[in-house]
């Protein structure tokens, strides 16, 4: 439990299933809302954290995500899922 909400460490997959990659970073509102709605469904477990700078542009989330936008999802079948609402 000491790597939850941590910038830079991601979370261990206990799991058998493969990690969901989810870019966010501390200040956006919309990051901290995704990480309740997954303790609340129980998907914790399986997410991969990638914690970036929300004054630079990650160059791992401009992959993922041209917009640049947290929080990102990136599944383990390479789905990208944008925007929390």
Do not use: C, H, Q
Request: aromatic fraction near 8%; charge should be positive.
């Amino acid at each position: 439990m000491a790597a939850r909400g941590f910038p830079g460490r991601g979370l261990p997959n206990r799991g058998k299933e493969s990690p969901l990659k989810l870019y966010l970073n501390k200040t956006s509102p919309y990051a901290r809302l995704t990480m309740v709605v997954a303790r609340e469904k129980d998907l914790v477990e399986r997410l991969a954290l990638e914690w970036t700078d929300p004054w630079t542009d990650s160059a791992e989330l401009l992959r993922a995500n041209p917009f640049s936008r947290v929080p990102t999802l990136v599944t383990d079948d390479g789905l990208t899922i944008v925007d929390s609402a």
